[in-house]
């Protein structure tokens, strides 16, 4: 799998926080308004993002797809906000 042009395909990190004994994954934090994830593959247009990298981007920018039964999500490399 290949991402083209300016966008970016990543593998969403799935991150747990305590608050007062309860464990929060992101899915129930909904005031965070970026994700993390691990980038897989970078389009051939994009510049500064590597394979490997960990970003954080938009989550109303992610589109799922599919790919030898995994999840991935496709997203355009300028809703990456930072690289960690």
Do not use: C, P, W
Not at 4 to 27: A, P, Q
């Amino acid at each position: 799998m290949k991402a083209v042009n300016h966008y970016v395909v990543v593998e969403k990190i799935k991150e747990e926080k305590k608050v007062g004994g309860l464990i929060l994954t992101d899915d129930l934090n909904e005031d965070n308004r970026y994700l993390k994830g691990k980038v897989v593959s970078v389009g051939n247009l994009v510049e500064a993002i590597e394979e490997q990298d960990v970003v954080y981007y938009d989550k109303i920018a992610e589109h799922g797809i599919q790919f030898d039964k995994k999840l991935y999500f496709v997203i355009k490399a300028s809703d990456i906000v930072l690289v960690d």
